[in-house]
């Protein structure tokens, strides 16, 4: 028999706070994705690392155990299983940093691969990353029954996040602007959220009495490390985001010192040319 869920148990501060935490893990990511058109293909596989555990381990994993806080089912106790949990966020990067190689510029000839078509086959493994992230951590699950998924929602939440996210590193791709990607990260960390809450509609709980009370982990005692590792995860980035130096700048800089070497030729030249006078 079907049973009572409850996916605010905590109150709505909870969700406003996973998808805070998706939009900042995916503007990070998203920034990082951004740098790695500008640099060579050596230094920029390790923006694209930065960028896959600032999206996957950050504004996807750490969103989904955020979101889960609010996950409730009256009359049992809720755990979660450590290896699904770690393979989960295993996964999460994985996925992400496939789909992000793919779109990336180096990763393949633009010549025979049209750029439309990497970001959709981007957009589709992030998508997935997404999804089986999600899915992978509700198998970590334990409670004194079963829970299932209604399959109406699966495909809705894996289309929400295929969808959203071609739509963010399309985005994301196609200007320096910092309001752009500020859309973007909106954009991914709404993907996330949509995805997340969509697939937890679809769940379905049968309870069993009879079943032993389950072990694990509780979703609290997970988060307090989850949000250590976050917070150095994007401190890194972060801090190389800041300390690179600007492309645009070093573009400004070599026409100014050009300008100038113009400038103090043609002085020469007036100064020959009067003094031949």
Known sequence: MSHDVHHFSMGLWVFFLSYTTAVMGSFVGLSCVRRSLDEPRRSGNWWLLMASLSIGGV???????????????????????????????????????????IVDVHAVSTRSVPEWVRLLVGGLLMGAAVSMMHYSGMYAIRIQGTIEHEIGYVIASVIIGVVASTVALALARRTRRIGIRVAAAFVMGWA??????????????????????????????????????????????????????????????????????????????????????
């Open 59 to 101: 504004g996807i994993w750490l969103m989904h155990f955020i979101g889960m806080m609010g996950f409730a089912v009256p009359g049992t106790t809720i755990r979660y299983s450590l290896a699904p949990t770690v393979f989960s966020v295993v996964l999460a990067v994985l996925a992400t940093l496939l789909g992000l190689r």
């Open 192 to 277: 996330v959220v949509a995805l997340h809450y969509t697939g937890m509609a679809g769940v379905r709980v049968e309870l069993d009495p009879s079943v032993q009370a389950p072990e694990g982990m509780t979703v609290m005692s997970m988060l307090f490390p989850a949000f250590v590792l976050g917070i150095i995860v994007l401190a890194v980035p972060i801090t190389a985001l800041l300390l690179a130096p600007d492309p645009e700048d070093a573009v400004r800089d070599a026409r100014l010192e050009q300008w100038a070497s113009e400038v103090e030729r043609q002085v020469e030249r007036d100064r020959v040319a009067g003094s031949q006078m």
